[in-house]
């Protein structure tokens, strides 16, 4: 960690290092499209997904009115979900997150070794998978839409607005993420708590239905929480483009972010004194 630190205070190292952050990203991206053909065949359940939730919203819409509901026409329904579903399967599951393993096991004192530190390296990995997994499964999203809804007024600063977002929200997920997996170091298990935040994630956030069509009393607790910021603001400005809610959502993921960023210190830093002491 000292030495880490160093790194970062000398002239130009904050540019070093976070050269050395896309240049893992970029590996990893390299790395994983040589699976692509195993990520294609994940898109089969976004694809059921997009299709029965076409079905339930024209069934939806013969008893009650969704745009009045909603204030999403069916179409922009099916599109808000590309995004969403998009957001959270280029997420790694719980089973897929190393950090909790190589913590568990002691792996963590021989990674801690490399030119860059152990949390960054784990960002640039992650944030190069997930982009790969979420482009690939919002452009596959995108043509379902196309075939099953037909298109919607999208638009290149709709399309910038909502991605710009969403990278943002990226970085402050995997921040509380690694905060979670780092808790390994008293914990056997971290699986139970990362299932439920990603659990909260999908229901409070947004995922499947936008906010305005949730129950008034879980609509005014879903508003009172942050996850609104990282699923539903992406995704309502990538069908709804809108300035003002673009600064608004950017503003509150960044805030999201900052606020990760203490309890992973705190908890990584008293984590590594145990692995000093007892040597992994």
């Known amino acids: ?25 970029c590996i990893t991206l390299r790395s994983r499209l040589a699976y692509v053909g195993e990520l ?9 997904i997009l299709f029965t939730f076409t079905q339930l919203w024209h069934a939806t819409n013969l008893g009650k009115n969704v745009l009045v509901a909603t204030g999403f026409t069916i179409q922009e329904l099916i599109w808000y979900l590309v995004f969403t579903e998009a957001l959270m399967l280029s997420a790694a599951n719980a089973r897929e997150i190393e950090v909790d393993s190589e913590v568990r096991s002691g792996d963590i004192a021989y990674r801690l070794g490399r030119p860059l530190p ?18 690939l499964y919002l452009l596959v999203g995108m043509v379902v839409a196309l075939v099953v809804v037909g298109p919607i007024q999208l638009s290149l600063a709709g399309l910038w607005l ?3 977002v969403a990278l943002v929200s990226f970085v402050g997920d ?8 780092v808790t390994s170091f008293w914990i056997e298990d971290t699986f ?17 239905i936008p906010l305005s069509a949730y129950p008034e009393w879980l ?3 879903a508003r009172a929480l942050p996850f609104q910021y990282l699923v539903y603001y992406p995704a309502r400005l990538f069908v709804h483009p809108d300035g003002q809610v673009w ?3 950017l503003g509150a993921n960044l805030a999201i972010a900052l606020a990760g960023l203490l309890p992973l210190l705190v908890i990584y830093r008293i984590g590594l004194r145990f692995v000093s002491t007892q040597g992994g």
């Open 40 to 48: 294609l065949l994940r898109t089969l359940f976004l694809i059921l």
């Open 219 to 221: 609509g005014h607790i």
């Open 1 to 25: 960690m000292a030495a880490d630190r160093q790194a970062l205070r000398r002239p130009g190292g904050l540019l070093l290092t976070a050269g050395k952050v896309w240049a893992v990203l």
């Open 118 to 135: 152990y949390p960054l390296f784990h960002l640039g990995a992650r944030l190069g998978e997930r982009l790969l997994r979420f482009g």
């Open 192 to 208: 139970g708590l990362h299932l439920l935040y990603r659990r909260a994630l999908m229901i409070l956030g947004g995922m499947l």
């Open 162 to 164: 909502s991605c710009s």
């Open 174 to 181: 995997w921040i509380w993420t690694f905060a979670i997996s």
């Open 247 to 249: 600064l608004l959502a």
